[in-house]
Structure formats: C-alpha cells, structure tokens
C-alpha cells in the first residue's frame, strides 16, 4: 500500500474510533438500565443499517461511470466541510471557548433520562445512539473509501469499532481516558489534507495544483496542525476569564 492509503485508513479508523466512543458511551448506559441483552440488541440491530448502507453504496458507486476527477473534488468539497466542523471545535477546545467534550457527564446524563424510561424508549435510545454516530462513519467510509479502496475503509471502520468494544466491554465503564479532542484535532488535520488535495485536484488537475504528488498530503497535515494550534493559543482566554466564566 502506498502512503495515501496508509494516511486514509488512518483517517477513518481514527474519527471512526471516535464515533464508536460516544456511540458505546450510550450503549453502556442504556445496559444498565435496561440490561446488556436488550442494549446489545438495540446496538445491533443499528449496526445492521449502517452496514447494509455501507454495502449499498458500495455497489452502488462501483457501478456508476463517472469522470474520478469530478468524483474526486465533490468528495473532497464534502470533506472540507466535514473536517472543518472537528476542526474549528477542537480549536475552541484547546483555547478555553468550548467545554471539553466530557464522555463520563454524557454517561451519567444518560442514564439519568433513562431512569424513569420504560424498555421500549429506552432501547430506542440505544439503537438511535449508535445510528447516529454509524451514519457518520458510513459518510466517511464513503468519501475516503471511494478514493483509495473501499474495502480497506471498511476494514478500518470495522477494526475501530472492535477495538472500542473490546476495550469497553473489559472495562464496563465509559471510554473517559481516551484523548478526544487531540483525536478529533489530527482527524480534522487529516480530512481537510485529503479534502484540499482531491478538491483542487479535481477540479484543476492533480499534477498542476500538486507537483510533489502524494507528499503533499504529509505537508498540508502539518500545515493544518500547526496553524490549528497556533490560532487556538490566539484564541485562548485569560485565566481569570476562564474561571469567572466556571464559577457563573
């Protein structure tokens, strides 16, 4: 495999990692409010929509004939402005402005809808949970699976998704040590080099706007990495704004 294979396996391991956390976060409350066969089922049956979507539109890609140039710059459009969302909150992140996204607070307010809940709702809860967060993977499998393999996109999504689970099931606790917001920052990072790379390729022609091939990608990561840090440190709130705005 080449390097651009390699950096968007990656990429969707990665935010799907991400996804999978919140999703079992969800999952976790649910079960113990419900128990783990209910709350499995619920996951489950979510994760069979996911996939059957990811199979269609699969096929459904393979079989359309289109100009891969034009594919290639709507997709990268779409990651712009997939990645961008990650990215602009993971700045407010680092500089003060957003809360950080706090998976042991989600946990524990879920399960406090969850108490008076009947089982119906409350498998409902879990099974729209996981949707939810599945159907971004999918958008991701999609856009970076269409490009340089779908296949191993999937691969990688399923991978990420069996890493959380295996390692939420040992613990049977919600995911809270896992670095998110640095997460979702380098996966910002990555999908906003792969959509400037396929966006302007595809619309200008690969060689003309990126001579250097498919280096380019290492050095727009690295430009988006550090220019997101540096405007956070801009952005950043005094201290004592910081804790006058926690004590409010």
Known sequence: MNATQWGGMSAVFLASAVEWVEAFTIVLAVALTIGWRRASGAALAALAVVSVLIAVTG???AAVQ???NLIRA???VFLLLFGLRWYVKAIRRY???TALHDEAREFSETRGRLVHAEARAAWLVAFKG????????WLLVVALGHTFSYTQASVS???ALLTVAAAGLMLRVPLTRVPENTLKFFVACALLSFGSFWSLGGL??????WPLGDATLLLLFVVYAVGGRVMSLRLRLPATVVSREGSA
């Open 59 to 61: 096929a459904g890609l």
């Open 204 to 209: 200008l022609g690969e060689r003309t706007v």
């Open 130 to 137: 996981v949707l939810l967060e599945g159907l971004e993977v």
């Open 157 to 159: 999504a399923l991978a």
């Open 95 to 97: 500089a003060g402005r």
């Open 66 to 68: 289109a100009d891969i």
């Open 74 to 76: 709507a997709i990268g």
